[in-house]
């Protein structure tokens, strides 16, 4: 006796919790492997998963067994030219037959372990030092950037979206065009019954014959059904995205000497949480490096995060050449501007006033948003009090803070993101 | 017989449930002819992705959660999606009834051949072999697993996932000494182990705390201990040692080592009749198959992909192929059954010498027997004829680690015959392929120290991963272990767990002293 059941449409997902057991034993490992692809990457490519691999002797599951040594025998198969009694010698390393056969057997083989993230756990991961919490990642993560909108009716959807006028209306048009026929032979038996009972009402059998037809064709219409599959409409609901727009992010980096390349590594992130946030809410970012020491550049971004330069530092360099590619490219009108500023607080120290000067003037009235971040454990100089005016001046879109480790990042962005969010 | 016109069920490839219901019923009624005992089947229909589900859970219908199975997902994920790796064609469970997973993406030839070999080939086993008639409850596994499944949630809840985690890999580290080989376990009933469950807590931890009494109860009883061993007898049964007598376990967590300690014992028979479990299987659908195409129920193309699939099912490499990686059980197990059906039919001299009592006897009963009666070992000592020897071209090498070069001690002729035989169903006793770890001592009035003994045979040494096994029992016990190999009666290696310092650390190290320039 046998019972065939599908259990396609069952859940595939019965090893998600087992699966999820093991990211969380091993997510020291996993941790590094993602640090590794947050500096290796681009910050424009921080969508997709991850490939991990880890050592295979960490993730053994021990048990006892047999190890190499002793007096070994085996039965092969497959005997060419041996004969019984016959001395050969010990094959050397893992190449020969016997030799792999046996690696295999003692679980030497194997010495990496490799698998794949989702970029949804790739991200989690990397959030995870940001200290973010759970609402902004969800935003970063992007879910819910659509609207749904009425678009139109179709045939097919969900019971509590049924459309009852349209639905009854094709019900009824379906009865007439599917009875029409039998309604016209009703409509000529029903006069010749009329006609028979008023000029011949002897002849029974004719009207005994006339009903029952009437009450053939009467049944043939009521079988007709009042409301048919085919007749449901729905009323139909499109995601649509949100209005978005352009967008165009300013970076720019301090790369005088002073800054390490650690410094370096939690501006980048700083970075690519701006990145993913802009990305969230506008359909298409430019992205412009500019790095400055003593003068400003224009760079792409392998050069912005990983080349050295030693020297002075003069920041409105950098924030002149930010306006004039404002200018020249990114009219105000047309672009959303976002300004990310990463350094370590050193200024040239007559050079901090001019800063200040052109920010209030020349930038900030055009700005979304510019954040200003300071890695640094040390004290506060001239600049970072030259842009607390500023912030007096632009509190709803400007916002500066010290970062000394990477999770000082977030409190920055938490205000950006409360004004979004219930914006 | 050929007049009869050819009327197959179907010509396509395509499946369908009504084409694998037909299947099934063809199926059954030849194997009915040949009187095959079977549960009754459950056959289900599942994707890809739930055949890698399945197959995480190593076998299991219903697993409780734990990090390992994700590992045996992701591997298996991996290796699939790159098309590194085929997916098992069939997954099938000793249970009542039998659950037989097919897969979507198998051709309509393809199911039919895993219906013949799990539904009637497998499942006639589980009912049939007498180590699963005595070893395991097929009517109760599913609902014990269930149980299984609830505690060990009910823990996670109650005493948080780590502390569970780290239990049960320190369980599974000794899953292969948690087995009774001798005594019929129990059977295993869901619902009695639930209301059992409670008592037993208390008054397993009643026991435990009398074993470890601190108050002499009486000074000559007290006096009569000393000196001796305890236990009295060395215990195989690690698992059922440590949950009965662990100083330091708290009663969920004996519980759970009993869960591990079930499950162990649920497959403990399937790893002792690999050769046989999957031969018989082999067999059958490679016998009821045919016999669906001499009855003219399924084409010519069925039949040769089919035989594709059989052929390398049933594919042996030699020893020196790249591809070799020991005795395939399917090849070996198949090449036996249809030699002793052979041997029953068409015995050649050497049969009657070798096998007076089959020879030419009714093959059916003759191989029920042998399916019925034996495991992997002494089936092979029972069975393994010449004629397979040669056809496989067997031969064996002694290497030891003594001599400079191996030596082949025995091949595919008449002196070889008996030696190779005694060797490859030694290679299958779990006895020999295990090293042998028994509980030895425990000394209960001073550090309450845990002593195992591994009784060496053959000289063969422990592989490395033994210090981490060792931890794991470290973790289970709560005080020092110590194990000990032995060669005869000779002591010739003892670790410990924590490591002792050794004499040598302790001596200034010369090449420290010099100081660094």
Redesign the interface.
Known sequence: MSYVIDRRLNGKNKSTVNRQRFLRRYREHIKKAVEDAVSRRSITDMEHGEQISIPGRDIDEPVLHHGRGGRQTQVHPGNKEFTSGEHISRPQGGAGGRGSGKASNSGEGMDEFVFQITQDEFLDFMFEDLALPNLVKRHLAGIDSFKTVRAGISNEGNPSRINIVRTLRSAHARRIALSGSSRGKLKLALTELDRLKNEEPDNLTDIAATEEEIARLRRRIDKVPFLDTFDLKYNLLSKQPNPTSKAVMFCIMDVSGSMTQATKDIAKRFFILLYLFLKRSYDKIEVVFIRHHTSAKEVDEEEFFYSRETGGTIVSSALKLMQEVMAERYPAHEWNIYGAQASDGDNWNDDSPVCREILLKQIMPFMQYFTYVEITPREHQALWFEYENVGEAFPDSFAQQQIVAAADIYPVFRELFQRRISA | MSARPRQPISSGSEWS?EL??QY?REI?RLAERYALDTY????????A??M??AY??VGMPIGY???????H???T??GYSRGQMGLAYEIVINSD?CIA?LM?ENTMCMQALVIAHA?YGHNSFFKGNYLFRSWTDASSIIDYLVFAKQYIMQCEERHG?DAV?ELL?SC??????GVDRYKRPYPISAEEERQRQKEREEQLQRQVNDLWRTIPKTGDKHKASDGKRWPAEPQENILYFLEKHAPLLEPWQREVVRIVRKVAQYFYPQRQTQVMNEGWATFWHYTLLNDLYDEGLVTDGFMLEFLQYHTSVVF???????Y????NPYALGFAMYQDIRRICENPTDEDKHWFPDIAGSDWLSTLKFAMQSFKDESFILQYLSPKVIRD???????????K??????????E??YRH?RE??A??YNLGN???N?QIWNVDRRGDRSLTLRHT???????????D??MK?LHRLWGFDIHLESVQGEQVVRTRHMPLKPSLESEQPRLDLIVPPI
């Open positions: 449930f694998i219901k099934d059954a009754p089947n459950q056959i289900e229909v599942i994707t992705e739930q890698m589900d995480a859970s959660h734990h990090w390992s199975y994700g590992k997902f992701l591997a994920e991996k009834p997973y979507e539904c996932i985690e890999d599974h580290a000794l899953m292969n000494y042996q490499p030699s020893f020196d192929s790249p070799y990686s020991g005795i496989f071209k067997l031969f064996s090498i002694i290497d030891d680690d003594q400079d070069d191996l030596l082949v001690s025995a091949i595919h002729d002196p070889g190779i060797l490859l030694a290679q392929r295990e090293p770890v060496q045979h053959d000289r063969k040494p422990l592989a490395d991963s033994c981490e096994v794991h």
